[in-house]
Structure formats: structure tokens, C-alpha cells
């Protein structure tokens, strides 16, 4: 398959529509990634939508890949949340409008925008108080009974149709979702200028909060992983300071293990009063705990990661050292925007996340690449 206009190879540097498209015919193919079982992956050409009136069809240029789709690719559920196959995975994607229905007046053919990936009932009581993130009746792209966006040709809302700046590559619009779930935890944390932020795990998401924290002026961005390989990746990417994540001993009482390690910490990052913003990317008990024994007294915690559903965690220090604790989950309004003005501005750079792209029909070994570990964001060319 030929490379579409506007679609760049390789990752990180690259740029972006060269001549503006003139010929908007909707014709080829509309492959599709279907996952049809457990670790099983067909690629299917399908029709291409109809666009329906207040709609977009979208001709797919990128879809970053995450951690709920390799979950679906991998187990076929997300805790409780099963899918049924068929079913199409992707849910982080960009493209290039082809065509528009009766009613749009937001967007027209030619305009790159990013794909919103939530489609909230608009009826229900959250919706009506404009807490489309609380929607009871959501659908979500790639979330169960909604096929994602890993084909060629998509038709949305064109309210879910956000407009990109044209100095964006396709690489960099495939990481715009994660981006707007970052600047969601930003938000919940209240993360302020100046403030010392300690971000644990340096996975894709928590690389995201880091480079977040920088834009919005963090003092210090610390950030603790297991992995080597990931800190170095992170002191060059956004991290001021990085350590190695240390678990106390089976027999050891973690509580007082946590509130020397957060001491050592908190000296060597120079937070003589405590850390001001914890975010926790990992669900995993230990760095929870140290988490809470790093904060200041008020300081505030954010649960973003999907880990362990169930941890010992302590809740005594959260009481007495009034602690403001939140979950954040889904990305509410205007964090696209946002996401996308950090990007245009420069203030955020995402390509150096994007360590490998596949094509389309090669989606399960991006699934297998983003299961390894060992990239960080990996990215699909819808088109090829
Ligand atoms: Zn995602
Ligand atoms: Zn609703």
C-alpha cells in the first residue's frame, strides 16, 4: 500500500503535508484489524461508511496503541469490562476529513483532526449537569459493543472531530488521547506552578503527566520505576530527578520502609516539606504507599493507574495528614483542546515517545510490541 498524502514514515521528526489535498473521492479499501478471539487478529475489508448527517468521515492516518487494547488483544477484558469478538480495537486516532453530512458547520474536507473517543448519551443525569465523563449509558471507542477506529475510514460525530494544527505529523497525533488523559490527571491533581510532583511509573502515561508537570512550571518532576531503561528514558524526556522503585522485604513493616525511603527522597529532591503532587501510574501497592508517605501535609494524589483492584493502603496517614485523594480516568472537556494547544506551542513534545510505528495490517505485532515493554508508545499507519 502507498503512502497517502500527508503520512510520514519513520517516527519522531517528521513533517506533514506538503501540497493541501484537492481530491476528496472516498474510494479503496477500508481494512479493518478485527480481533476475532484471544490473541487472535484478522485483517477484514469492510465498507466504507455512509456519513450520516452531523457526521464526519474520517480517512485514518494514525492510532496510537494502549494498554486496554493489548488488555482486549490479550485476556479479551479489562477487570469486569468484556468484550465480545468480533471487535475492533483502537481508540487514540487522527485523520484527515474526507467528507462531512448535513449539519456540520465545525469542520470541512481537508481539515486533520484528532477523533474524540467518547460518545456520552447526552440524556442521562451526569449529562445533562455536563458531566459527559460521568455519562451512565457511555459508549467509548474500542470499549466493549463500539468497534474502535484500526481501519482506514471512520465516520464520527463531528463533535468528536477535533481540528489539528498542520505543523503536527501523524505520529504525534496518535499520542493526543493519552495526552488529554494527562492533562485530566493535571487537573484533578491541581498541579500548580512551582510545586514538587513525583509521577510513579514511567510508562507511556506517566512520561505524558511528566512532560505535563514541565509545561505547567513543576518545580521538580520525579519519577521512580523499576525499570532502568525507562528512568533513563525519563530524566532525558522530563524528569528532573529519577530512583529506582524499591518493595520492602515480605517480613518488613512496609509502612516504616516507606517513610525512610520518602525521607532519603525528599531530601535529595530538596522538598523539605513533602512532595506537593503524587500521581500514581502503576496500581501497584508499594509505590501507592511510598506515594502517600512522600505528600506533604494537604498535599494531593491522584490514582491513574490500572493496577491491582484491591491494595493495603494507608489510610491513617490520609486522614491525619489531610490528604486530598482523587481518581482520574477519563478525559473531560476541552483536555484535547488543550492537549493540542501544549503540542502546537511546543510545550509538550510527544515524538520522542514514539518508538516504533507498524502498519495497519501488521496491528498484532504492534499489539505484541506494546506487550514487551520495551517501547514506549507505539504508533499504527492507518493506511498502510
Ligand atoms: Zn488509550
Ligand atoms: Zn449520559
Same mark, same amino acid.
Given at each position: 500500500?502507498? &503512502?497517502?498524502?500527508?503520512?510520514?514514515?519513520?517516527?519522531?521528526?517528521?513533517?506533514?503535508?506538503?501540497?493541501?489535498?484537492?481530491?476528496?473521492?472516498?474510494?479503496?479499501?477500508?481494512?479493518?484489524?478485527? +480481533?476475532? %478471539?484471544?490473541?487472535?487478529?484478522?485483517?477484514?475489508?469492510?465498507?466504507?461508511?455512509?456519513?450520516?448527517?452531523?457526521?464526519?468521515?474520517?480517512?485514518?492516518?494514525?492510532?496510537?496503541?494502549?494498554?486496554?487494547?493489548?488488555?482486549?488483544?490479550?485476556?479479551?477484558?479489562?477487570?469486569?469490562?468484556?468484550?465480545?469478538?468480533?471487535?475492533?480495537?483502537?481508540?487514540?486516532?487522527?485523520?484527515?476529513?474526507?467528507?462531512?453530512?448535513?449539519?456540520?458547520?465545525?469542520?470541512?474536507?481537508?481539515?486533520?483532526?484528532?477523533?474524540?473517543?467518547?460518545?456520552?448519551?447526552?440524556?442521562?443525569?451526569?449529562?445533562?449537569?455536563?458531566?459527559?465523563?460521568?455519562?451512565?449509558?457511555?459508549?467509548?471507542?474500542?470499549?466493549?459493543?463500539?468497534?474502535?477506529? &484500526?481501519?482506514?475510514?471512520?465516520?464520527?460525530?463531528?463533535?468528536?472531530?477535533?481540528?489539528?494544527?498542520?505543523?503536527?505529523?501523524?505520529?504525534?497525533?496518535?499520542?493526543?488521547?493519552?495526552?488529554?488523559?494527562?492533562?485530566?490527571?493535571?487537573?484533578?491533581?491541581?498541579?500548580?506552578?512551582?510545586?514538587?510532583?513525583?509521577?510513579?511509573?514511567?510508562?507511556? &502515561?506517566?512520561?505524558?503527566?511528566?512532560?505535563?508537570?514541565?509545561?505547567?512550571?513543576?518545580?521538580?518532576?520525579?519519577?521512580?520505576?523499576?525499570?532502568?531503561?525507562?528512568?533513563?528514558?525519563?530524566?532525558?524526556?522530563?524528569?528532573?530527578?529519577?530512583?529506582?522503585?524499591?518493595?520492602?522485604?515480605?517480613?518488613?513493616?512496609?509502612?516504616?520502609?516507606?517513610?525512610?525511603?520518602?525521607?532519603? +527522597?525528599?531530601?535529595?529532591? %530538596?522538598?523539605?516539606?513533602?512532595?506537593?503532587?503524587?500521581?500514581?501510574?502503576?496500581?501497584?501497592?508499594?509505590?501507592?504507599?511510598?506515594?502517600?508517605?512522600?505528600?506533604?501535609?494537604?498535599?494531593?494524589?491522584?490514582?491513574?493507574?490500572?493496577?491491582?483492584?484491591?491494595?493495603?493502603?494507608?489510610?491513617?496517614?490520609?486522614?491525619?495528614?489531610?490528604?486530598? &485523594?482523587?481518581?482520574?480516568?477519563?478525559?473531560?472537556?476541552?483536555?484535547?483542546?488543550?492537549?493540542?494547544?501544549?503540542?502546537?506551542?511546543?510545550?509538550?513534545?510527544?515524538?520522542?515517545?514514539?518508538?516504533?510505528?507498524?502498519?495497519?495490517?501488521?496491528?498484532?505485532?504492534?499489539?505484541?510490541?506494546?506487550?514487551?515493554?520495551?517501547?514506549?508508545?507505539?504508533?499504527?499507519?492507518?493506511?498502510?
Amino acid at each position: 500500500m502507498t &503512502l497517502s498524502n500527508g503520512y510520514s514514515k519513520g517516527y519522531g521528526h517528521t513533517h506533514i503535508d506538503a501540497e493541501p489535498i484537492t481530491d476528496f473521492t472516498v474510494d479503496g479499501t477500508n481494512l479493518h484489524c478485527v +480481533l476475532t %478471539g484471544i490473541e487472535e487478529v484478522v485483517v477484514e475489508d469492510r465498507p466504507i461508511p455512509e456519513v450520516g448527517d452531523n457526521e464526519v468521515l474520517v480517512k485514518v492516518m494514525s492510532t496510537g496503541i494502549c494498554g486496554t487494547d493489548v488488555s482486549y488483544y490479550s485476556k479479551g477484558r479489562i477487570g469486569t469490562s468484556v468484550i465480545e469478538q468480533p471487535h475492533v480495537l483502537g481508540h487514540e486516532s487522527s485523520g484527515i476529513v474526507y467528507a462531512v453530512g448535513t449539519g456540520v458547520d465545525t469542520v470541512q474536507p481537508g481539515d486533520r483532526v484528532a477523533i474524540e473517543p467518547s460518545l456520552p448519551c447526552r440524556d442521562c443525569r451526569f449529562c445533562k449537569e455536563g458531566a459527559f465523563n460521568y455519562c451512565k449509558h457511555e459508549k467509548y471507542l474500542a470499549a466493549p459493543h463500539t468497534d474502535g477506529t &484500526l481501519c482506514q475510514w471512520y465516520a464520527c460525530p463531528a463533535r468528536n472531530a477535533v481540528k489539528i494544527p498542520s505543523n503536527l505529523s501523524w505520529e504525534e497525533a496518535g499520542c493526543i488521547q493519552p495526552l488529554a488523559i494527562a492533562i485530566q490527571v493535571a487537573r484533578r491533581a491541581d498541579l500548580r506552578p512551582h510545586s514538587h510532583v513525583v509521577v510513579l511509573g514511567a510508562g507511556p &502515561l506517566g512520561l505524558l503527566c511528566m512532560a505535563v508537570a514541565r509545561a505547567y512550571g513543576a518545580r521538580t518532576i520525579t519519577t521512580l520505576d523499576r525499570s532502568q531503561e525507562r528512568l533513563h528514558f525519563a530524566r532525558a524526556y522530563a524528569a528532573t530527578h529519577t530512583f529506582v522503585a524499591r518493595s520492602p522485604e515480605p517480613d518488613a513493616d512496609a509502612l516504616e520502609f516507606h517513610a525512610r525511603f520518602a525521607e532519603y +527522597l525528599t531530601d535529595v529532591i %530538596g522538598a523539605e516539606d513533602g512532595i506537593d503532587v503524587v500521581i500514581d501510574t502503576t496500581g501497584a501497592e508499594a509505590p501507592i504507599q511510598l506515594g502517600i508517605a512522600l505528600l506533604r501535609t494537604g498535599g494531593n494524589f491522584v490514582q491513574a493507574g490500572l493496577g491491582a483492584p484491591l491494595v493495603s493502603f494507608p489510610i491513617l496517614q490520609v486522614a491525619t495528614k489531610e490528604i486530598n &485523594l482523587s481518581g482520574a480516568f477519563h478525559y473531560t472537556a476541552r483536555c484535547f483542546e488543550d492537549g493540542i494547544d501544549l503540542l502546537e506551542r511546543g510545550l509538550v513534545d510527544v515524538r520522542p515517545l514514539v518508538t516504533k510505528t507498524f502498519g495497519l495490517t501488521e496491528s498484532e505485532e504492534a499489539f505484541k510490541a506494546v506487550r514487551s515493554g520495551h517501547e514506549i508508545k507505539v504508533v499504527i499507519r492507518n493506511q498502510d
